[in-house]
């Protein structure tokens, strides 16, 4: 009856996510952007092997590399969570017109003490600060953000005049060191810059850690590198305040 919509074999993020080993680098990239090694070593596998596993998520475009630059050695890989979503809704609808993504939940009104998150890069003068207002604007009520960085520097008028664009005004923002932290507790510490999270900053009880491996808009040679940011910031927390989200949900 539906044959018009199957195709004769599963789409290819089925196919992909559908090996375990696949599967499990996919968990670990959803959680936080990661290097090779730590990779191999979460998921108990030859670097080697992993290695094989993660180009091909690659080729088929739900993961992206990027240098770190902190070492030039290494790369840091990153879960393209929208594309991803992309394919899985296509995969839906190439089995069945009625299976389908179903757009995501409001976020839920019961009452709770806003979670806390704190974004970390090398200057604190627009990654972070960025992130902080953003995460302010999108989250409401429900979280608390702070920025800080390991070598805090101006905030960047470029910064400032792409978040004016889109409403925020970050003008009056401070750069503050990460020491300023460390012994306030946080739900998340989040580290923008590959320099910072190579430190390891350590901070108060014990905080869910995650690193996005974003380029410093200030020295990056593509396009409108800061609205680029405030975009990759925009897409990141969206999906950060659904997990969020979900886990207080399940903790009611």
Not at 185 to 207: K, M, N, T
Request: aromatic share 6%; charged share 25%.
């Amino acid at each position: 009856m539906y044959s018009e919509f199957m195709e004769d074999s599963p789409p290819g993020v089925l196919r992909l996510a559908g090996h375990p080993v696949r599967w499990q680098l996919l968990r670990e990239l959803s959680r936080s952007d990661r290097q090779v090694g730590e990779l191999a070593a979460l998921v108990g596998q030859r670097q080697s092997l992993t290695s094989y596993h993660l180009a091909q998520l690659r080729s088929g475009g739900l993961v992206r590399t990027r240098r770190s630059s902190a070492d030039k050695r290494d790369t840091y890989y990153s879960l393209d969570l929208v594309e991803y979503r992309a394919q899985l809704a296509s995969a839906g609808l190439a089995l069945h017109p009625g299976v389908r993504l179903a757009p995501a939940e409001p976020p839920p009104s019961f009452p709770r003490t806003p979670v806390r998150v704190l974004f970390l890069c090398t200057g604190n003068s627009s990654r972070s600060q960025m992130a902080e207002a953003l995460l302010e604007r999108l989250g409401g009520g429900r979280v608390r953000a702070a920025s800080a960085g390991s070598d805090p520097k101006p905030v960047h008028p470029e910064a400032v005049r792409v978040m004016r664009a889109a409403g925020i005004d970050i003008a009056g923002r401070h750069p503050k060191h990460l020491s300023v932290f460390a012994d306030e507790p946080f739900d998340h510490v989040i580290s923008l810059c590959d320099r910072v999270r190579e430190l390891r900053p350590a901070f108060a009880g014990a905080p869910a850690l995650a690193h996005w491996s974003l380029p410093d808009p200030a020295t990056s040679t593509e396009p409108s590198p800061f609205a680029r940011t405030a975009e990759d910031l925009t897409t990141r927390i969206t999906f950060l305040l659904h997990a969020i989200d979900s886990t207080l949900e399940r903790s009611q």
